[in-house]
């Protein structure tokens, strides 16, 4: 629908209050509330559709695929287990976490363990597992190494399993198999994504 204005470059003098409200209207009346023709789907092709986006840095419009934004889906959850001046001990539910509804459907991308004061002579060793499920959720436990405070550089890195899925409600145990000694803290992280 056009909209119709009084231009002042057009009338020659300058527009009254009526014109200048009247032109208001008119501009309000006709914006476009909905896209057309734009329609919703319930799936999406990771090779071929795409987020469209401008780049002002570059003064380009740019798309990134969605096999490419993947860090956008995941959600981390780090649960402080041992505060950063005691020793963690060893067994089964040193604490639990409940899964909250926004993790529903979710399943357990990655995780990592970090204490704040090094072991020594051996590894530290955490298992996750649901215990709603009855499942452990890591086929290689979590592995701290010795004389080293993050998982992150461990020679053996954690594996999720094929129990890492995680509904509503779910309640996760936060089991110690082995702790180092002189070992202070334990943090655990935790990404879910949605594959």
Do not use: W
Request: charged share 20%; hydrophobic share 35%.
């Amino acid at each position: 629908m056009a909209t119709t204005l009084t231009l002042r470059e057009v009338k020659g003098s300058p527009l009254t209050f009526a014109e200048m409200d009247a032109n208001l209207t008119s501009i309000d009346d006709n914006k476009q509330e909905v896209i057309q023709n734009l329609t919703t789907d319930s799936t999406i092709d990771e090779t071929t559709d795409k987020f469209s986006f401008y780049d002002t840095s570059s003064g380009t419009t740019r798309a990134i695929l969605p096999k490419n934004v993947s860090t956008f889906a995941q959600r981390t959850v780090i649960i402080k287990c041992v505060a950063d001046t005691i020793g963690p001990s060893v067994g089964n539910g040193i604490t639990h976490f409940v899964i909250p509804s926004t993790l529903d459907g979710k399943v357990l991308y990655s995780a990592q363990a970090h204490v704040y004061t090094v072991g020594t002579g051996s590894l530290t060793t955490v298992q996750l597992h649901n215990l709603t499920e009855g499942q452990d959720m890591l086929s290689t436990a979590i592995t701290i190494d010795a004389s080293e405070k993050d998982s992150s550089t461990a020679a053996t890195p954690s594996v999720t399993g094929p129990n890492n899925g995680v509904s509503t409600d779910d309640v996760i145990r936060i089991d110690v198999d082995v702790v180092a000694s002189n070992t202070l803290g334990l943090e655990i992280r935790m990404v879910f994504t949605s594959s």
